[in-house]
């Protein structure tokens, strides 16, 4: 294989954000190197035995079950935690190095000059040295030797095992792996979650389509019934709306859209107490929607340390459970969207800026990013008091990120695996610093709890506390976050007080979905359209006043839900629109008759999937376009649904626009030669880094909407990446979409799509199983 097709093959995974599993440009040519089976690229793929892990801590038995999940067992918890990092690099080691390549900016080493600009973008974050500031924070801790023993698992599997076959594909070796990336795999996760230039692009709406519709675009509170905390719970305190500010340049805006989040990111999570349960146990049920790739964003590990047991999902690199169960109880997590990240402008002479009445010199510090096949390209990477400082076109921001500070989410995580109780859950939580989530747990006692977690700024301008949707006078030190230190040890003194956080003691079920968490408006920026947490409560308050009890086959229906509340909301107005419509009979009939379900066998669905983008762009795109605005600053779909008006539908009104955009869906289904939503709504988009045929996962069809329970966005390949059922004290269950082993020869790598697309589950027991047992030779350190 030639460098320039290497380079070709991840020039994607660049663009399309590899660290978010987004899918990947095209790779299309025929290498004779790179055949299925063939070529000195496929030595290294071999069948690899399980059995003992030997350390320097002791022996830990590490076998695989029948799914490809390994049950580790120690004594030691450090012997446990060698093994963990043993086996994540033998399923997932390319994965493990190519996102800490990404976050640390060091994709050109292996690309070449086309990953210049994501490494640029991660140097000057320099996530890698807030992870460094977070590894200095942890060391004394009783964390830090297993996070240790993790790092020397993977290195051990690295010195005496043979690489994933991608390193032969690429050409080059992994360096060895250091406790701070595994705090580094932290940081990306946070970012991913609540990383955000949504106020950038919010004042850049306000200053080329006006205030008015930046508000209405971006509204701070969207107006439905259905927040997380129904009743009851502390709501925190409000602050005000801040009045949109001049924009920084759409240049730097679009740039740095590349690297953010996917606005498809989401989660369902509830927990219903035994009162209302057939066992008269709760039961936990969560479904990340993150993005899917081929392996999965999951890996899932059964262990066993002593007597404690802990089974569920992790990060690949991160050593610890961090959805899942153990021998008290489950949790989970949804994200919050609260807004822990602000924006500064700065007076700016040269190589200083004006802070508080006094120039102060930039900290500078000047990187070098290996380029391949290229000449080595300098970055200047340069910082405030409030943190990184980023430059493009002429245009600077300050930023500050809650991320960017020493965290202790590890220490939390890492108690959550031997925790008794929900006092013990609630004492880790108390750690769990970022990303702003909502947890939900229950326990062996009966009892439930939600909690929001993660730091989360207080904010004031003037002696008045505000909402951080605005770029703020950093040179005036305006709604700086007090005790904050950027790469150093922060205190708490900026941030809403743990207690204040919004939280239920044992409610009787409470269900979360990325929606409004109160009615304050202070806690989320970017909160998710409310369509998801509406029909979870639906179906939980149904359930609830019926005298029928919840059971886990009742919450795995929930799971598998697919009515889509924008349908049941618009479709009637646009079945009403385009009655007597020319040509449109046949296509009004099949609306008309519909259950709003996004099933894979429904034409309706079909229709309905491309109507609503349709009606985006007859809402959004004539204005968009004359002020040279694209997809990245669309709203949320609950605010589309709501347009209305002359600015956005122009002399026609807009019943005339659904009409339009359903001729425009009927068209593009017709020209696709689409029968059903199902031959749309398939997992071909969930691809290998590489996207080949033969790394990619098959199109299977499959059911699900953005805005349904079952979660599923085709165009983005973002959805439910892993369905949890645990009902304490019986038998949980779940699914990976896709298999827990990267390894293209394992018969685990895409074992379990299929039955992901149908909803099904396997087991999730906490017994440690193993198919056979044979020993390693010893791993060296």
């Known amino acids: ?110 690309v070449g000059d086309a990953a210049f600009e994501s490494d640029e973008f991660h140097v000057k974050m320099d996530f890698a040295g807030a992870a460094e500031a977070t590894w200095r924070h942890l060391r004394g801790t009783d964390t830090a030797p297993v996070v240790r023993a993790f790092a020397d698992g993977v290195n051990a599997y690295v010195e005496n095992e043979p690489l994933p076959l991608e390193f032969g594909l690429l050409s080059y070796e992994p360096a060895a792996w250091t406790p701070a990336d595994t705090l580094l795999m932290e940081k990306q996760i946070s970012w991913e979650l609540t990383g955000s230039f949504r ?72 927990v219903v107490s035994g009162e209302h349960t057939a066992s008269g146990n709760p039961i936990v049920a969560n479904d990340p929607h993150l993005s899917l ?25 991160v050593p610890f459970v961090v959805i899942g169960e153990n021998d008290a109880g489950a949790w989970g997590f949804t994200n919050t969207g609260a807004d822990v990240i602000d924006f500064y402008r700065y007076e700016t002479d040269g190589d200083r800026y004006r802070y508080r009445g006094e120039w102060r010199e930039f900290d500078v510090d000047t990187r070098t990013v290996a380029v391949a096949d290229g000449e080595d390209r300098e970055v200047t990477v340069r910082k405030t008091v409030h943190g990184p400082y980023l430059e493009r076109e002429g245009e600077q921001v300050g930023v500050a990120w809650t991320g960017h500070t020493a965290t202790e989410t590890t220490l939390a995580v890492h108690r959550y695996a031997t925790s008794e109780g929900v006092e013990d859950v609630m004492a880790a939580t108390r750690h769990f610093d970022l990303p702003t989530q909502n947890l939900v747990y229950a326990d062996r006692d009966g009892e439930t709890l939600f909690y929001v977690t993660g730091r989360i700024p207080v904010r004031t301008v003037d002696g008045e506390r505000v909402r951080g949707d605005r770029i703020f006078d950093g040179s005036a030190g305006e709604a700086e976050w007090r005790g904050f230190e950027p790469f150093g040890v922060s205190s708490w003194e900026g941030f809403v007080p743990f207690e204040e956080k919004p939280h239920v003691r044992n ?34 308050d149904e359930r609830a006043n019926s005298d029928r009890p919840v059971t886990p086959a009742f919450v795995e ?37 519909w259950d709003y379900r996004m099933n894979r066998d429904s ?37 589309v649904a709501h347009l209305d008006g002359r600015r956005w539908f122009g002399d026609r009104n807009r019943r005339a626009a659904m009409v339009r955009a ?84 394992s018969e685990h790598y895409r074992d379990q799509l299929r039955a992901w697309a149908d909803v099904e589950y396997k087991p999730m027991t906490r017994e440690l199983r193993g198919e056979e047992t044979v020993a390693f030779e010893e791993a060296r350190r």
């Open 1 to 110: 294989m030639d460098i320039d097709t290497k380079r070709r093959a991840l020039v994607g995974a660049i663009l399309g954000g590899v660290a978010t599993g987004s899918a990947l440009s095209p790779v299309r040519s025929y290498l004779r190197r790179f055949a299925p089976l063939s070529g000195s690229a496929w030595r290294s793929a071999t069948d690899r035995p399980q059995g003992t892990v030997e350390s320097p801590h002791g022996p830990a038995t590490l076998r695989y079950d029948d799914h490809g999940v390994p049950n580790v067992s120690a004594a030691d918890e450090r012997a446990l935690y060698f093994a963990v990092g043993y086996a994540q690099a033998r399923d997932r080691l390319f994965q493990l190095d190519l996102q800490r390549r990404l976050m640390r900016g060091q994709l050109s080493a292996v």
């Open 199 to 270: 106020t950038l692009r919010r004042a850049t709406v306000a200053e080329k389509l006006g205030a008015e519709a930046a508000r209405e675009l971006y509204p701070v509170r969207l107006d439905h019934d259905a927040p997380i905390v129904r009743e009851g719970g502390d709501a925190g305190t409000a602050a005000r709306e801040s009045p949109p500010d001049r924009a920084v340049g759409s240049g730097l805006v679009e740039w740095l859209t590349d690297f953010e989040s996917d606005p498809g990111v989401g989660s369902n999570s509830w």
């Open 293 to 317: 790739m081929a392996p999965p964003v999951w890996y899932e590990m059964n262990l066993r340390a002593g007597d404690a047991g802990v089974r569920g999902v992790t990060f690949p690199g």
């Open 507 to 540: 409610p009787a079920y409470l269900a979360t979905a990325n929606q409004r968490v109160t009615d304050d408006p202070y806690l989320s920026e970017a909160y998710a359209s409310p369509y998801r947490g509406r029909r979870i409560y639906e179906l939980l």
């Open 557 to 593: 229906e929930m799971q598998a839900d697919a009515l889509d509340g924008r349908a049941r909301d618009f479709v009637p107005e646009l079945v009403r629109a385009a009655d007597g419509a020319d040509g449109l009979r046949s296509t009004v009939e099949t609306l008309s008759g």
């Open 603 to 639: 034409r309706a669905a079909l229709l309905f999937a491309h109507w609503f983008d349709a009606f985006r762009e007859k809402a959004l795109g004539a204005a968009f376009e004359r002020a040279d605005l694209g997809e990245a600053y669309h709203p949320r779909d609950w605010v």
């Open 662 to 745: 359903l001729r425009s869906a009927v068209t593009t289904v017709e020209e696709a030669g689409y029968e059903t939503y199902g031959d749309y709504n398939d997992t071909a988009a969930i691809t290998h880094p590489f996207d080949q045929s033969f790394l990619n996962y098959p199109a299977v069809p499959t059911d699900g909407s953005s805005q349904t329970v079952n979660n599923y966005r085709v165009e983005s390949a973002v959805g439910s990446s892993w369905r949890m059922v645990c009902p304490v004290g019986g038998e949980s269950v779940a699914i990976l979409p896709g298999g827990n082993s990267g390894d293209y020869f």
